[in-house]
Structures are given as C-alpha cells and as structure tokens.
C-alpha cells in the first residue's frame, strides 16, 4: 500500500470517527430530544393539504376536550306474511358516555367512561371509530345488544317485546371522498383539528355497508316455549354520492351538513327458523342514507364548543315487508387550546 493511500484511509477515518467519538462524549439531552421531537411534529402539522385562504391549523400545540355522547337504534318493520299483517317499532337502550380526549400537534388519544354501565345498568356492547381526513373519511359502527324491547300488532294482536327476548348485532360502515378538499374540511366540523375559515362545499362519492343479525335468545325460549327459534341475517353493500357544505357565519361560527345515499347493489338477506334456512326475496327498494351534521361556536381563539350528529338511515321494501333502521350518535363537546 503507498503513503498516498494510506493518508487517504488515515484522513478518512478522522472524518469518520472523531465526530462520532465527540457525540459520544457529550451524549444529548433529553431536552433536546424533545425539542428535536416537536420541531419534526410541528413541521408535520402545519404542512397542510388545504387552501390556506379557506382552511387553517388552530393556534396551540396542545388541544383538551371534554364530550358528552349519546347513540341509539330504532327499528320499524311492517308487512303482510302468510296473508297475516304485523307491525313492530323496536328500540335499543341509549348508551351515554362521557369521555375526555387530548391532542398534540395532530396526535391524539381519549378516554371514554359509561356511567350506566359501571353501575350494571347498560349491558350491551357499542363501538364507534370515525376517521376524517381531507380527502377520505370513515364512520363505523359495531352494536351487540340485548336490550332490544318494544310493541308488535298485528292480526294476531298486540305483543310487547321484552329485554332480553332477542338479541342483536350489527355493523354500519360508511366511507366518504371529498373532491374539494382543498377548500371543504370534515376535520373542521367534526375534530376541530382544522379550522373553516371561508364558506365551501363538495361533491362527495361513498360507500355504505350494513350487515346484522337479530335472533330469539335462549330466556325466550324458556319464558315462551311454543315461541319458534329465529335468527334474521340482513347484509347489504351499496354505492353512491352526495354533497357536503360548511357555512362559516361571521368569524366564531360554522355550520355543516351533509348527506351521501347510496344503492344497494349487493344484498345477502336470509331468515332461519327452526334451523331451516330460507333466502329473502328481491329487494325492490333498498337504499342506506348517511348523514351528517355539525355546528361549532368559537368563543375565542383559545376556547371552542359545539355539537355533531351522524346518522345512518337504511330502507329495505321487497312488496311483503318494508323495514327501516335509524343508528345515531350525537355528541356535545367543550374545548380548549393551550400552549402556542
């Protein structure tokens, strides 16, 4: 090897090793760790997919909210089997939680508590996930219940549906696209992690799915043994679009609506009785409707409050039965930003 190479190699690894020798000696703080780490999220944060003229970033690092939620489930069905008429409106028990959530820098995390069901009073099982972002958004919905309860008549008289006579499980999912999203913000109105600072609105194209099914439990069976055994399985996936509009009232207030219906066009509905298992007849009409709705009150740049409420409709009419299912979830909120 000549000297020239080897005071290359000498000279290379004085570049390479005495600076990783000097960190090693003066070792970061974990002050600098951190501010490393907020500097990374607060380039993350307001590096924003938005028309700034009609969509901000609120001030504040840091954002505290409290929540008061509340959702519930109505069904109503009516038609004529067997040349017998029969009519039902059924209806879960409210769930109502209070929860507390914390945002930094766009990551958040919440907490939920269920006062009725710490006290043994609310036994059904709810969960609830909703996803917005500028261009994509998600609202999902899993219920497992035993407290569906309400009056049938009929031909065959008037009957009242206890608690704990059946049991009921379903899924709602429905999946947005935001064609404007450089102007229309659902963050705005639903996380206020955004803030709507000129009127807009979007031309909105989605998905809905729903499948469920409610069956005879086994307390029925042996309150009324001559009662058959029953499990109705409904699934159904639709396509559709809609609109979205946010109306920015002055400089404290925003307004929103929206609604995506969407046509089934893949259904899967049976009905078993006595473990025999018989197919629904063609749906005629079978339509899922979702909506939204939304209003905020800036009281200042610090504090914010409001309400939100997303509802999913579904209508099934095949001649013989006409069903229909209402899900909701309304939430009244309080917040405040700290920390700019």
Request: aromatic share 12%; hydrophobic share 40%.
């Amino acid at each position: 090897m000549s000297s020239d190479i080897l005071r290359h190699f000498v000279l290379l690894a004085a570049v390479l090793v005495v600076p990783t020798a000097a960190l090693i000696a003066q070792p970061v703080s974990m002050a600098d760790r951190r501010a490393r780490v907020d500097s990374v999220l607060t380039a993350r944060y307001y590096t924003t997919p938005y028309d700034t003229a009609y969509v901000v970033r609120p001030p504040g690092r840091l954002t505290l909210k409290a929540r008061l939620n509340q959702t519930g489930n109505t069904f109503h069905a009516k038609g004529t089997v067997n040349d017998i008429y029969s009519k039902a409106d059924l209806h879960t028990s409210h769930k109502t939680t209070i929860s507390f959530a914390a945002s930094y820098r766009g990551l958040s995390a919440a907490v939920a508590i269920n006062p009725a069901k710490l006290k043994g009073v609310y036994k059904d099982y709810e969960f609830n996930l909703n996803y917005y972002s500028s261009r994509l958004s998600l609202d999902l919905s899993y219920q497992r219940s035993e407290s569906l309860s309400g009056d049938i008549d009929g031909d065959l008289g008037e009957r009242h549906l206890m608690p704990g006579d059946v049991s009921l499980k379903v899924l709602n999912l429905a999946g947005y696209y935001t064609f404007n999203h450089r102007r229309f913000s659902f963050p705005a109105a639903f996380t206020q992690s955004y803030i709507q600072r000129r009127s807009a609105g979007s031309w909105l194209a989605g998905i809905s799915y729903q499948a469920g099914s409610i069956k005879t439990t086994d307390a029925l069976l042996a309150r009324a043994p001559e009662a058959p055994e029953i499990r109705i399985y409904a699934g159904h996936f639709g396509i559709g679009g809609g609109y979205g509009y946010n109306w920015v009232l002055g400089r404290r207030w925003l307004l929103h609506f929206s609604a995506l219906p969407t046509f089934v066009v893949i259904n899967r509905n049976n009905i078993t009785i006595r473990g025999e298992r018989k197919h629904a007849h063609h749906m005629r009409f079978n339509m899922i409707f979702n909506e939204r709705a939304a209003i905020v009150y800036n009281i200042s740049p610090r504090y914010f409050a409001g309400a939100t409420l997303v509802m999913n409709n579904s209508i099934f009419d095949n001649d013989a039965v006409v069903i229909n299912q209402n899900k909701w979830r309304a939430r009244a909120f309080l917040g405040i930003r700290l920390w700019e």
